[in-house]
């Protein structure tokens, strides 16, 4: 198992972002966090790569704690709103991702990416498009050449042809690297085309956790568990 | 990582050295002057260390004096609110920890390499400083003979004041997570601390030196003191300070020979009329009958009673320096675990 979390949990002073998490994800796998905003699956997401502390549970990501796991660069993340230096350009980003990763980084793999991409190197980060600063950041985490890659809303930002072509070269490039997956999205149709197991959380609990055997009933499915727990 | 923090920290230096730069044109330009004008001041007065040509000196140019040193106690504020602050809270703002935070290097380790980055420009920047304001400063300062009025202006306490500021602003930025808060923050905090170690710390390093002296009946005088914050005080007879160059005068007071201080009420019994001249109003010279009174007065009381003046000379200047700066390097060192332990654990929410 490339991901395991037990009755994971995490509250903000009073209120419960997550309650009782429980999922296992095999290697390899593509898997989807769906649910309505506010719903707890950035908080999860946060667990998994060290960012957050649970306030109860446990996580075991690659066969260790998240914090291993991440000082080992195995894991890729990139956070909601694919959060890069304003002030900083694509090149120095690529610097940025080497200088922070030295035991695990590609950098001709970066640099063919970020051109391939059309992103020029003496641009500054906030100049991009939203798309853009989306692809530069998952070059970031790619380029570690991840056992598994975590993505937290990665297409939040962009039009739904946009959307489509992202999460297409996303799972190609992470199919091409063998790494394992986790992206969350508030939208099923994002998911029925590129994932091979759903899970499901609404209001802190996680409500459905499986592979993926009819991705033309998927929305259905994902629909009714989210409409019994309105 | 070390690029990384280099890199960040670029145009923060430039924006130094751009000011130094300016500062050193400025300081080249106008010390030739000062040295030329101490020099004549010296001459004219030969061995006499107080003479009108000295005083003049160092009155014309109390402005740019003032300027120098004021410059001194601010930028270390600037360092804390513009350096020290924003350091994580602009990460905290911009979402840019859960890019930082999620690689391979550790967060200890990512604060410890900034941490370093910065305090480096911190101590290069405010050690230049302090060393071109004192270097400047330095015929008007000899003339002044005024050591402890210039202190924290000076050699070595900007460096600890600066350093303290910006692990004072790092805390702040990680407490509130936000720039301008935590610009706020580290100002008031700066301003207190420096207010409560110059008051109630830096007295405490070395005993004061004591000094008995006879009143002197031509310049000791009646009246009291004080600012409208702290309260004014109780009039009392009030002896002149000595003039010791150098010296930081810690007080003047008057006590018998058994050492008991000299009471509102012995001093109303030997001088009855004392105090009652002063009918409020504006300053006026006072009548040559009152001034006799007086003197009459201070004569009698200086029969039983004398002057006893606590003091610090101007050869323990460096002591109060070393002292200074360990308080405040050690103050900062203290700032910089707080903020290590609180990355380091740092658990969202």
């Known amino acids: 198992m490339i991901l395991e979390t037990e009755a994971l949990a995490k509250r903000y002073r009073r209120r419960w972002a997550l309650l009782d998490g429980t999922v296992s994800i095999p290697d390899g796998a593509i898997v989807g966090l769906v649910g309505p905003n506010g719903a707890g699956k950035s908080t999860f997401l946060q667990l998994i790569v060290g960012l957050l502390a649970p306030t109860g549970g446990t996580v075991r990501v690659l066969g260790g704690t998240p914090d291993a796991a991440m000082r080992s660069g195995r894991v890729g993340f990139v956070a909601q709103d694919a959060p890069t230096y304003a002030g900083l350009t694509v090149a120095d980003h690529l610097q940025l991702g080497a200088g922070l990763n030295p035991h695990r980084w590609d950098a001709a793999a970066a640099r063919e990416r970020t051109e391939r991409l059309g992103l020029a190197p003496g641009q500054r980060a906030g100049r991009l498009s939203g798309g853009q600063r989306a692809q530069l950041a998952l070059t970031i985490a790619l380029s570690k050449r991840p056992d598994l890659l975590v993505l937290d809303e990665p297409v939040a930002g962009l039009d739904p042809l946009a959307r489509r072509a992202f999460l297409d070269e996303t799972v190609a490039a992470a199919t091409d690297a063998g790494s394992a997956v986790v992206l969350s999205t508030h939208l099923v149709a994002d998911l029925a085309r590129t994932c091979t197991h759903v899970v499901v959380i609404a209001a802190g609990r996680v409500r459905l956790a499986e592979a993926i055997t009819d991705p033309a009933g998927l929305e259905r499915v994902v629909l009714d568990e989210l409409g019994r727990a309105a | ?349």
């Open chain 2, 1 to 349: 990582m070390i690029r990384l923090a280099v890199r960040q920290f670029r145009d923060s230096a430039w924006t130094a050295l751009a000011g130094l730069i300016s500062l050193v044109a400025v300081v080249l330009a106008t010390r030739p002057h000062l040295t030329e004008a101490a020099a004549a001041a010296r001459r004219d007065c030969g061995s006499d260390a107080r003479c009108p040509a000295l005083v003049s000196f160092v009155l014309d140019n109390t402005g740019s004096r003032t300027v120098a040193g004021l410059l001194v106690i601010v930028v270390p504020a600037l360092i804390g609110a513009f350096w020290g602050a924003p350091l994580i809270a602009r990460e905290f703002e911009a979402g840019t920890h859960r890019l930082v935070w999620a690689q391979s290097i550790s967060r200890g380790r990512w604060l410890a390499v900034r941490l370093a980055v910065v305090g480096t420009a911190t101590v290069a920047a405010t050690t230049l400083l302090s060393m071109l304001v004192t270097w400047w400063a330095a015929p008007l300062d000899d003339s002044a003979a005024a050591v402890y009025g210039t202190f924290d202006a000076r050699d070595l306490v900007p460096i600890g004041y600066a350093l303290f500021a910006l692990a004072l602003g790092v805390v702040a930025g990680l407490v509130t997570r936000r720039t301008l808060p935590a610009m706020a923050i580290t100002l008031a905090g700066l301003l207190t601390v420096r207010i409560m170690v110059t008051e109630w710390v830096r007295p405490l390093v070395v005993a004061p030196r004591v000094m008995d002296r006879p009143l002197d009946p031509d310049t000791t005088g009646y009246g009291s003191g004080g600012n409208i914050l702290l309260g004014i005080g109780e009039s009392r007879l009030d002896p002149e300070p000595p003039d010791i160059p150098d010296a930081w005068i810690q007080s003047t007071d008057i006590v018998d020979a058994a050492g008991t201080p000299l009471t509102d009420q012995v001093l109303k019994a030997s001088c009855p009329t004392i105090g009652q001249e002063s009918g409020g109003g504006p300053a006026r010279p006072v009548t040559e009958a009152v001034r006799q009174e007086m003197h009459d007065c201070v004569v009698r009381i200086g029969e039983r009673y004398h002057e006893v003046v606590t003091f610090q000379s101007g050869d323990r200047y460096w002591t109060f320096q070393w002292w200074e700066l360990a308080v405040f390097v050690a103050l900062a060192a203290v700032l910089v675990a707080c903020a290590g332990y609180r990355v380091r654990r740092f658990s969202g929410g």
